[in-house]
């Protein structure tokens, strides 16, 4: 596909990177614009006004976690879904308006990514979620910060993402194995990650794009 405008995935340290993938709008590469220390991570799209479909939306989440699991040195600061801008020029404005808060933000979420945890009552009713909001203290020691998510369902007693440095992912993933034993079939975890840190970055960019 050959278009001159640029849709945004994300803002990494200044890198040369380029690589093929399913990207949004039915891109098949993913590359980097640079503007001084900072890097847009980009592809083409024949749009600056994408729709949001379950696809794209899907990619542009894919191509972040395909980001993090290349290179695992690698901080990301992610852009929300339907960023997209005339050229390199225009992007390049945002990198040079905005790096005093995507340097601020890739310092806050440095060498950490971001996973989620949901916990259901199994048996719809029974479980006393005072006592998993207790065991859940173990994931406290091996991540940064918790954001809670909304309990949607009277079934979700637990709904959080979680920040966690690289090297702590293993004790997080042995945390949480530990905790299925502990409550066994009375509960449903549902753990995802790793993700681009969505909710440990608050990025507001108001630029002609």
Same mark, same amino acid.
């Given at each position: 596909?050959?278009?001159? @405008? ?23 590469? =993913?590359?980097?614009?640079? @503007? ?23 990619? @542009? ?5 395909? *980001? ?23 992007? +390049? ?25 949901? =916990? ?21 020691? =091996?991540?940064? +910060? ?5 309990? $949607?369902?009277? %079934? *979700?007693?637990?709904? %959080? ?10 004790? $997080? ?26 909710? $440990?970055?608050?990025? @507001?960019?108001? =630029?002609?794009?």
């Amino acid at each position: 596909m050959s278009s001159p @405008h640029l849709y945004l995935y994300g803002v990494i340290e200044s890198a040369d990177l380029r690589f093929e993938t399913d990207a949004v709008g039915g891109a098949t590469e =993913v590359r980097t614009v640079s @503007h001084g220390p900072l890097s847009g991570v980009v592809s083409d799209i024949e749009t600056t006004e994408p729709e949001r479909n379950d696809e794209d939306v899907e990619a @542009h989440d894919e191509v972040l976690r395909e *980001l993090l699991t290349r290179d695992e040195e690698l901080t990301v600061v992610p852009m929300r879904y339907g960023m997209a801008f005339k050229n390199a020029r225009t992007l +390049k404005n945002l990198l040079r308006q905005a790096r005093p808060v995507l340097t601020r933000s890739l310092r806050e979420v440095e060498g950490s990514v971001e996973l989620g945890l949901k =916990v259901l009552d199994a048996e719809d009713g029974d479980l006393d979620p005072e006592a998993v909001r207790s065991a859940a203290e173990r994931f406290d020691e =091996v991540s940064e +910060k918790y954001d809670d998510g909304d309990l $949607f369902s009277d %079934r *979700l007693v637990l709904n %959080r993402s979680y920040l966690v440095d690289r090297a702590d992912t293993d004790a $997080f993933d042995e945390a949480v194995e530990s905790f299925r034993e502990e409550f066994g079939d009375d509960v449903i975890v549902q753990y995802s990650g790793p993700w681009a840190p969505y909710s $440990f970055v608050d990025v @507001h960019i108001g =630029v002609e794009q």
